[in-house]
């Protein structure tokens, strides 16, 4: 099936080749002995879509921001003084104080720690839940594949923030590395429910494909079939949803900061920042507006880039 | 069919003593003493010692005494029975008050979702490729990107306070108008899903074979797309929005606790800021109740409604 729409996918770029006329392309097509795979022709027609490269950049720019905050600005972020308050720009302070004095765009820059670690870290955990549940219920199939899948609908029932509300409001400490972890731990523990399917289907798929029954009757065991031949045929649709998800697992951060039950003081969230300047909006709305940007930004690259690569990778949906 | 209906029945009735158990264990088990925590700093006498144990079956330790508080608090959900908020008003009379509030906020939201998803999704479906469509598919990746924590008080910042076209926060009654901003934020991310729900859809069933046959038999154009291709073009649609009226009944807490609508998520807003864990604990296990049957509903809608799915 999936060989098939290779094939046709290359045919299609081909006919839509010779219909544009461009010199320089045919020539790299045909490469002798060497056939096009799908990730070559994702590659091929990701590089041209600049949303794609837009995102990617504002995804760089945001993990840069996260590893090293010195660089874009040169004020501390909690040297917070009252008598700024609200205060115009001054000083490298670009977008002026918020209500406590404190500089509201080295509070933004500083921010995107924390967001990019708890998304990075609950997709990471997510994927390996994902991996291992998808690969055991797709490759069992029979009463583990009944028992994971129904475990999976019944996860996926319950709705996400309503279950983080309650699963965070039982973590008393104030610790900053506490919640951080914890608040990583739900996100991952509710949200794992989708990949999982993804993995789960593109297994069954790898599963029946003849290169798999070669390698079992070349006598490779479960574990090896699984890990070797099966895994990295899985992976690449999972990435793409991992992908989406950290835009996701972004934007649940910020929001259950902002209810007050994710983060807290003194770690610096955008959602934090975000609820703080919404109540001041009246005096001034820079410190709503700034850290409100950073995030919609954050969110929209990696959701506009997940989506990209999916488009790429599959050309049915276009 | 019946056979479905029922798998289905007990498949919720699992969901739900699941998720309740998870809701009281995380909240009420292992708090250290729950008769001091009620009482708060006061001391408090052996007699009333005596008969909150006794009411409360506090004596039963261990795992049994666990599921016999646990049923306890599972039959009186089921009875309607909430407890009181630490502020003393009974839970069930706070959510009477919310729900009607909370329903027409819902309901607006949903309308704004189909007038305008639906039809944007139709046209951009029919003409796909075109800068319509390309257009459409941009916009509702924006508003899908957008978390509403940045959304709700943008409008409101924006359209309430400073050009001031819709009030910006509502107050205890509040009228249609004042649930009309909210309800557009609320229904901005149903609409983007049901758009694009609409669009794959149409452009898929265009190519069906019983369009080209109703096609070839010479039916105009405009009958083809309203009553061939609509009919089964919606139903995927139909269902998106039943599951997505049980999510904005239990997802608006953003949104009505931004705009001081007072529903339920507003309540629940309000109960995690003030720490009243008997109002979270209630309005929680109700919201979850009514998230699972709204699915349960939506899932026997959409059999129902499209014969070619087939339960085994």
């Known amino acids: 099936m999936s060989d098939f729409e290779t094939v046709a996918s290359s045919e299609n770029q081909a006919a839509r080749r010779g219909v544009s006329g461009e010199p320089g392309t045919p020539g790299r097509v045909g490469q002798p002995g060497r056939p096009r795979s799908l990730a070559g022709d994702a590659w091929r027609d990701l590089r041209r879509k600049p949303i794609f490269w837009i995102s990617l950049a504002l995804v760089l720019l945001v993990t840069a921001m996260a590893v090293a905050p010195g660089l874009f600005t040169r004020n501390d972020p909690t040297d917070c003084i009252l008598s700024r308050q609200h205060a115009a720009p001054s000083g490298g302070a670009i977008f002026g104080y918020d209500f406590q004095g404190c500089d509201t765009y080295a509070r933004a820059v500083y921010g995107a720690r924390a967001s990019l670690l708890v998304g990075a870290l609950s997709a990471l955990l997510t994927g390996i839940i994902a991996l291992v549940v998808g690969m055991l219920a797709g490759y069992f199939g029979g009463w583990v594949d009944a028992v994971l899948s129904r475990i999976v609908d019944i996860v996926l029932g319950i709705p996400l923030l309503l279950a983080a509300i309650v699963l965070l409001k039982r973590v008393a400490s104030d610790s900053a590395t506490v919640r951080l972890g914890s608040v990583i731990f739900v996100l991952a523990v509710l949200g794992w429910t989708t990949a999982a399917r993804v993995v789960r289907s593109s297994v069954i798929t790898a599963r029946q494909q003849d290169y798999v029954a070669a390698a079992r009757m070349l006598g490779a065991g479960n574990g090896r079939i699984m890990w070797r031949h099966i895994l990295p045929n899985a992976l690449a649709p999972a990435i793409v949803v991992l992908t989406i998800a950290l835009g996701s697992f972004i934007a649940a951060e910020a929001t259950l900061s902002f209810l007050g039950i994710g983060l807290k003081e003194p770690t610096i969230s955008w959602g934090i920042d975000i609820n703080n300047g919404r109540v001041h909006m009246r005096e001034s709305a820079t410190p709503l507006l700034v850290p409100s940007t950073f995030l919609a930004l954050t969110v929209l690259a990696f959701i506009m880039l997940g989506d990209a690569i999916r488009d790429a990778f599959d050309p049915k949906l276009r | ?312």
């Open chain 2, 1 to 312: 069919m019946f056979r479905f209906i029922v798998r289905r029945l007990l498949q919720m009735v699992v969901a739900f003593f699941g998720t309740t158990l998870i809701v009281y264990a995380l909240m009420f088990a292992g708090q250290g003493d729950p008769i001091q925590a009620l009482a708060g700093e006061r001391p408090v006498t052996a007699a009333q010692r005596a008969y909150l144990t006794e009411k409360y079956h506090l004596d039963a330790t261990g795992f049994g005494g666990f599921f016999y508080r646990y049923f306890d608090y599972l039959s009186n959900l089921l009875r309607g029975d909430l407890g009181e908020s630490l502020t003393g008003r009974p839970i069930g009379e706070i959510l009477a008050n919310a729900w009607p509030v909370t329903i027409k906020l819902a309901l607006i939201a949903i309308a704004v979702a189909v007038i305008f998803g639906v039809t944007a999704g139709v046209l951009a479906g029919i003409r796909r490729g075109s800068i319509f469509d390309n257009s459409t598919l941009l916009l509702t990746l924006l508003v899908l990107g957008i978390p509403t924590i940045v959304l709700a008080p943008l409008a409101q910042y924006l359209l309430g306070v400073k050009w001031q076209l819709f009030p910006a926060t509502s107050g205890a009654d509040p009228s249609f108008y004042a649930l009309l901003l909210p309800g557009i934020v609320l229904g901005s991310l149903s609409l983007a899903t049901a758009l694009r729900l609409t669009r794959t859809s149409v452009a898929e069933n265009l190519r069906a074979d019983y369009v080209r046959t109703a096609r070839s038999k010479g039916l105009p154009r405009r009958r083809v797309v309203t009553v061939h291709v609509l009919r089964n073009s919606l139903i995927p649609v139909i269902t998106f929005l039943g599951v997505e009226l049980g999510n904005l009944m239990s997802g608006a807490i953003i949104t009505e606790g931004v705009f001081n609508i007072p529903g339920v998520g507003f309540n629940l807003f309000r109960a995690i800021r003030t720490e009243d864990g008997p109002l979270v604990v209630g309005i929680v296990s109700v919201l979850v109740v009514v998230y699972l049957v709204s699915n349960l509903v939506v899932d026997v809608l959409y059999a129902v409604l499209d014969p070619r799915i087939r339960y085994e």
